[in-house]
């Protein structure tokens, strides 16, 4: 299983990014796969999860309304749509799923088991 986060960068308050997680080992078509934040000093956090069987979505309070988790079947990706940034969103992104989890809201407030490298998210002026 292989995860290959992407797409982060520097960007003002305000601002879009969007972000992909490419997937090798497995096809999005049954596990819960989503992005979970870590800021400086703090816990790794679920903010965006899927669940690839169904698309239901579970999003945190945090970036509810403002954040966007889909994915593309024949791209096997995973994005992240991420709009109206705030400095509060800074983090290193992680793409993360468990194989043996379908549900998002699970997944989400649990962790997952397979990781990949994060992206680097900055939102500042």
């Known amino acids: 299983v292989q995860l290959q986060a992407s797409g982060g960068g520097l960007v003002q308050p305000g601002g879009y990014l969007r972000l992909s997680c490419a997937v090798t080992g497995f096809t999005l078509n049954r596990p819960a796969i989503g992005w979970f934040r870590q800021a400086p000093g703090k816990e790794r956090e679920g903010v965006s999860c899927?669940?690839?069987?169904?698309?239901?979505?579970h999003y945190s309070d945090s970036v509810k309304g403002r954040f966007t988790v889909s994915r593309d079947a024949a791209k096997n990706t995973v994005y992240l749509q991420m709009t109206d940034l705030r400095p509060e969103d800074t983090g290193v992104y992680y793409c993360?799923?468990?194989?043996?989890?379908?549900?998002?809201?699970?997944?989400?407030?649990?962790?997952?088991?397979?990781w990949g490298h994060g992206t680097q998210v900055t939102v500042s002026s």
């Open positions: 899927l669940s690839t069987n169904n698309d239901i979505t």
């Open positions: 993360g799923a468990d194989l043996g989890q379908s549900s998002s809201y699970v997944l989400c407030n649990r962790r997952a088991k397979d």
